[in-house]
């Protein structure tokens, strides 16, 4: 499943614990409209429903994304003026708080099965998140980055 310019919710690809996240669970979860989530509920995806903020509004159909490094890592990429950054379990983390101008990605299921129940449970297969850059940054961009040095400069 292919969704293009994607609203994304609660996003945690620290895996950080919290009320609802067990520690090292990374995951997000995507809206989506009212035909893919129709679709996706058919054959058998877990699409939750969040309620409407304001009276007289739909509610908002989503979906929970799992990003799992274990066995079929996702392609994560960033994309700034500059190009295309992958990152990887350790660095994806910027995410969480990155300022997302757009976001294109592709879900893959995972069918699962305990006791009488059954699923599918979606899992981020790519993602390529376009951020909102600093003027400042782009600005600088083509300035070679220098490691820091305590205010010291060379005498030379």
Same mark, same amino acid.
Request: contains cysteine; charged residues 30%.
């Given at each position: 499943?292919?969704?293009?310019?994607?609203?994304?919710?609660?996003?945690?690809?620290?895996?950080?614990?919290?009320?609802?996240?067990?520690?090292?669970?990374?995951?997000?979860?995507?809206?989506?409209?009212?035909?893919?989530?129709?679709?996706?509920?058919?054959?058998?995806?877990?699409?939750?429903?969040?309620?409407?903020?304001?009276?007289?509004?739909?509610?908002?159909?989503?979906?929970?994304?799992?990003?799992?490094?274990?066995?079929?890592?996702?392609?994560?990429?960033?994309?700034?003026?500059?190009?295309?950054?992958?990152?990887?379990?350790?660095?994806?983390?910027?995410? !969480?708080?990155? +300022? %997302? $101008?757009?976001? @294109? =990605?592709?879900?893959? *299921?995972?069918?699962?099965?305990?006791? /009488?129940?059954?699923?599918?449970?979606?899992?981020?297969?790519?993602?390529?998140?376009?951020?909102?850059? !600093?003027?400042? +940054? %782009? $600005?600088?961009? @083509? =300035?070679?980055?220098? *490691?820091?040095?305590?205010?010291?400069? /060379?005498?030379?």
């Amino acid at each position: 499943v292919t969704i293009e310019n994607a609203r994304l919710l609660f996003r945690n690809f620290t895996g950080k614990e919290g009320k609802y996240n067990r520690a090292g669970d990374r995951n997000f979860s995507v809206l989506l409209d009212d035909e893919v989530a129709i679709r996706l509920l058919e054959n058998g995806w877990n699409v939750k429903t969040l309620a409407a903020r304001e009276e007289g509004e739909p509610d908002q159909p989503y979906i929970t994304v799992a990003i799992g490094f274990k066995i079929r890592p996702p392609r994560i990429a960033l994309i700034t003026h500059r190009g295309r950054t992958p990152l990887d379990e350790d660095s994806c983390e910027i995410l !969480d708080w990155a +300022d %997302i $101008k757009t976001v @294109d =990605l592709t879900l893959r *299921p995972y069918k699962w099965e305990v006791n /009488d129940s059954r699923g599918i449970k979606a899992y981020l297969q790519s993602i390529f998140v376009t951020i909102h850059e !600093d003027p400042l +940054d %782009i $600005k600088y961009s @083509d =300035l070679e980055e220098l *490691p820091a040095r305590a205010g010291r400069v /060379d005498e030379g």
